[in-house]
């Protein structure tokens, strides 16, 4: 491990040295080595397990008042010289008009239970094993589970941050992300069921919890009833709640806000949601799936609030945005790459200019237990899962989501029945309005390499059956 | 050096055991632009090179990919990829099969009248910002977003049943979006210009004039009025709604894989699994996937397993013909492969996805279409789909719409959707144009780790029945 730490370091001076005596004003290099070995299930059986290392450095380099950026995965020493040639070449045209400069160093804070060394160092063989188990555990619920398909990510990953400025920041981590949707049938009845979580330790993989919660969600809709088109009061569970935070997540980068979500662009120090939801980044997070010490740029970490008690205290910077919009940055740089044809693996990536972003964002627990939230709810919906989420106007707001599965009736404060497909169409920030009851726990949930933690929310919204 | 990376792999893995390997080596570049109201957001090219080798061993898929080309990686790779493989084994019940190929030895080319390399980045970055100016045709236009893509990849695949295929592809497309504002209303238009080819499509084509349009369009948005929901409507879907449609309907579920259940956990499962050769539609539905067609995003001769494109027929005048296979599905279906795998870099393995997929020919004219419409609307332009996981019930919103009253547009219409059901839909269709358009659909994602790849959409002009949804 030391030993690619210290060749990743040679190749990022290397570069720094070669864009400084190209007469370049500042130069960083952010050096990637990322690992992810991916265990596909499909019809209850392995059906391909598959990995990447990923080696490469990315190149930022300022001239003037222009900034450019390049990336290679060849980190031969002509190879690097092309690279501090082409993001010379990149920044030629793109002047711009305000001071900027990479950032500077500062002091390292430490965050506990990022790395493991269990989970970096798991033999494929057993990841194979306990991705299997996740089946194991769906089949042996039931026996009217008949099908089970889903993924177990590992990743391990480590980083460095070289600028001209003095900037040397070491990072690593390891998580993983693991699946399960599984298949119930009962006569002609079919039903879905999935769990989805993730976590930075080996301890944390529970492969039989997985499996027995998509079976329970399965089996449980295959007595269904057709869902009666209404506005209701709606409990999200762990999975859909991160579903609406992560596309709060975007609202508040500024670049994403800019380009394509400006929602939030004009609600700075304005209510945007009820007063039960506040929104927290806080990347030093013991054990956080989003936590590290530093940014990818090698900014410290810090602990903030975003959205307090429904208000939009700030959106979140990078150096490069925190320039345009006069503000420092606020530790948020994170690097992916979403040019389309370039690999965007689960980790860490050197393809991309780093965005704004938040890092470990969550609701604020509130009061309740989720418990208690279902027990308060006279009429409502109980949503466990969300698919296909859009937010179809984004400057308005147009929300929507198939609720394809766990979706159930809430009656006098109980589950009454599994309903059937249905969907969800509202608006964001009306549902955000409405948001009337947040659980006092966290649980990492997400779908399809997009994890946080989240507690349950409950808020209205429109729903109407599809099927 | 390429050559012996990628031989020795699949020597060193039939050694280690495996009853199949495949390897590719890949180079790529890729550039990527985006201006925003006037401010450069992104200007950044990658360059990323290494080696892709899959195994079969016992039955099982492995895979591993490294970007460290010296013996020593690739020897690392290719032990991974066999023993991933071997420890998948023990949990494959059903042992895959690979239905035979033909191991072609063949080098082809995309067709470039101008390197994108050949044109300075300083240049392009000159243009973009150009185009994105010229969407701000009033000040009722808030926000100007242009985003460029170019992609050169240079590509050799080998197997161990003695095919190498060198590919060169490039590819480039520009997107020009720009959102109006009036009062408290918002609207937004966008148009993408793309192809498998160089720069000279921006040469082609008149993008000043193109962003010009695009600026007023979305001002024009500012004064349509909205569209009201009705129930089972005419409606004659344009090229570009058309292709979405082909796209989400019709090119996801006839991807063999999601046919049988293995993308079940994220993207979903297909309707019509078990239904080949039964009648779907009307006489006018037929669709096509075809990634032969010169120019395409989807275009390409042999797949990443080395099989050789052809035009496959998904849909033939209703009735269902067959999905888009890999090797390993054409086993289990009976069928020969028919060249649909691909994977977006050497890093993933390859998923069947779609080419060029798109809804077939007829004889109408457009002028007629509309002209024998009493009652109907003219769809135009792709925006959001809304599809559920067994792509049945789908809701895809439009960019714009024209009310048809006695053969003729009159009104026209703002956020508009239509909704229906996959065959309720197909079986409705009674008209369609000759002239078939493709159009370019950058990114469109599937697999875990998710690849975003390019695709091309279309087919003619297309008259059915849905229902018409006003969009709040």
């Known amino acids: 491990m030391a030993s690619l730490l210290t060749s990743l370091r040679g190749a990022g001076k290397t570069v720094l040295e070669i864009a400084e005596n190209k007469g370049l004003d500042e130069a960083e290099a952010y050096l990637v080595s990322n690992k992810v070995l991916t265990i596909r299930l499909v019809n209850n059986a392995v059906f391909e397990s598959k990995g990447v290392h990923d080696i490469g450095v990315g190149l930022r380099v300022i001239k003037g008042n222009m900034l450019g950026f390049s990336s290679t995965a060849d980190l031969s020493k002509q190879s690097l010289k092309k690279l501090v040639d082409t993001a010379a070449s990149t920044a030629k045209a793109r002047k711009l008009p305000f001071k900027y400069s990479f950032p500077k160093p500062g002091k390292m804070p430490r965050v506990a239970g990022v790395y493991s060394k269990k989970l970096a160092e798991l033999p494929s063989e057993k990841a194979v094993e306990l991705a299997y188990d996740m089946v194991d555990a769906s089949l042996a619920y039931n026996k009217k589970v008949v099908d089970n398909a889903g993924v177990l990510n590992i990743v391990s990953y480590e980083t460095l941050v070289l600028n001209t400025n003095g900037v040397s920041a070491e990072n690593r981590g390891t998580f993983f992300e693991a699946s399960l949707s599984a298949t119930a049938k009962s006569g002609k009845k079919v039903s879905e069921g999935s769990e989805a979580t993730a976590g930075r330790s080996l301890k944390e993989l529970k492969p039989k919890e997985i499996g027995e919660k998509a079976a329970e969600m399965a089996v449980s809709g295959l007595k269904s009833e057709r869902l009666k088109e209404d506005t209701y009061t709606l409990i999200l569970d762990y999975e859909p709640a991160q579903g609406v935070l992560g596309y709060i997540s975007y609202l508040v980068s500024p670049m994403i806000a800019r380009l394509y979500f400006p929602l939030f662009v004009d609600k700075l120090g304005k209510k945007v949601a009820s007063p039960q939801i506040t929104l927290i980044d806080d990347p030093l997070m013991p054990n956080g799936i989003g936590s590290a010490p530093v940014d990818d740029e090698g900014t410290q970490s810090k602990k903030q609030i975003i ?32 040019a389309v044809g370039v690999s965007a693996f689960p980790g860490k990536n050197y393809n991309g200019e780093p965005i704004p972003f938040p890092r470990n964002p969550y609701f604020k627990p509130g009061k309740w237990k989720r418990e208690e939230i279902i027990e308060d709810t006279k009429r409502g919906l109980l949503v466990r899962r969300f698919h296909y989420t859009r937010l179809t106007n984004p400057t308005r707001g147009d929300f929507t989501s198939v609720l394809r599965m766990g979706l159930y009736a809430v009656k006098n404060g109980e589950i009454t029945v599994a309903l059937k497909k249905s969907r969800l169409l509202d608006n964001l920030l009306n549902m955000l309005k409405n948001v009337d009851a947040v659980s006092n726990k966290l649980v990492v949930a997400g779908s399809w390499g997009d994890y946080a933690h989240t507690p349950v929310i409950r808020t209205k919204a429109h729903v109407t059956s599809i099927d | 050096m390429e050559e012996d990376s990628a031989l020795f792999a699949v020597e060193y893995a039939s050694k280690l055991g495996a009853g199949y390997v495949d390897a590719r080596v890949e180079d790529h570049y890729n550039e990527l632009i985006i201006v925003a109201n006037g401010k450069v957001q992104r200007g950044i090219i990658n360059r990323k090179r290494g080696i892709g080798i899959r195994t079969l061993v016992n039955g099982a898929w492995g895979f591993q990919s490294t970007t460290d080309l010296t013996k020593k990686g690739i020897r690392q790779a290719t032990e991974t990829a066999f023993k991933v493989a071997k420890a998948s084994s023990k949990h494959v019940p059903k042992p895959v099969k690979l239905a035979p190929a033909k191991a072609y030895k063949t080098s082809y080319k995309t067709k470039v009248k101008v390197d994108l390399e050949d044109v300075a980045f300083e240049d392009k970055l000159k243009q973009i910002i150009a185009w994105e100016k010229m969407l701000h045709t009033s000040k009722k236009i808030v926000r100007g977003l242009a985003e460029y893509t170019g992609i050169k990849i240079h590509k050799l695949f080998v197997n161990n049943e003695g095919a190498k295929i060198r590919f060169s592809n490039s590819l480039t497309w520009v997107s020009l979006k720009a959102d109006s504002k009036k009062g408290d209303m918002t609207q937004f238009y966008e148009r993408t210009v793309g192809h498998s080819g160089g720069h000279e499509i921006f040469q082609k084509n008149d993008m000043e004039k193109l962003s010009t349009e695009v600026g007023h369009k979305a001002e024009t948005l500012l004064k349509a009025k909205a569209a009201k929901t009705e129930k089972d409507a005419t409606v004659i879907l344009d090229n570009d709604y058309a292709a979405l449609l082909a796209h989400e309907i019709v090119g996801h579920p006839s991807e063999a894989d999601r046919v049988l259940g293995r993308e079940a956990a994220w993207a979903g499962t297909t309707w019509w699994a078990g239904k080949i050769g039964e009648k779907i539609g009307s006489d006018y539905f037929t669709v096509y996937d075809d990634p032969t067609i010169p120019s395409t995003l989807g275009y390409y001769r042999y797949d990443d ?89 789908w809701t895809i919103s439009a960019q714009e719409a024209y009310e048809i009253k006695n053969g003729e547009l009159t009104t026209h219409l703002r956020d508009i959707a239509l909704t229906s059901t996959a065959p309720k839909f197909f079986k409705s269709i009674n008209a369609i144009t000759k002239r078939v358009e493709i159009v370019p659909l950058p990114g469109c994602g599937k697999g875990d780790p998710m690849q975003s790849l390019y695709v091309g959409n279309g087919g003619p002009y297309i008259r059915g029945v849905a229902t018409v949804l006003g969009v709040k």
């Open chain 2, 305 to 393: 397993e080395g099989v050789k494109a052809e035009r496959k027929v998904l849909i033939k005048k209703g009735v269902l013909k067959g999905h888009m296979h890999s090797r390993e599905t054409a086993t289990i279906f009976g069928v020969k492969p028919n060249a649909g795998m691909r994977a977006i870099t050497f890093e993933y393995i390859p998923l069947i996805r779609m080419s060029n997929t798109f809804f077939g020919e007829g004889d109408w004219k457009k002028e007629e279409l509309i002209r024998e419409t009493k009652h109907g609307y003219l769809i135009s332009c792709m925006r959001h789909p809304s599809i559920d996981d067994k792509r049945y019930n």
């Open chain 1, 307 to 338: 959205i307090n008690e429904g208000v939009l205290k700030k959106f979140v910077y990078d150096s490069f945005y925190g320039a345009i919009d006069k503000k420092k940055t606020t530790g948020n740089a994170i690097r992916t790459s979403f």
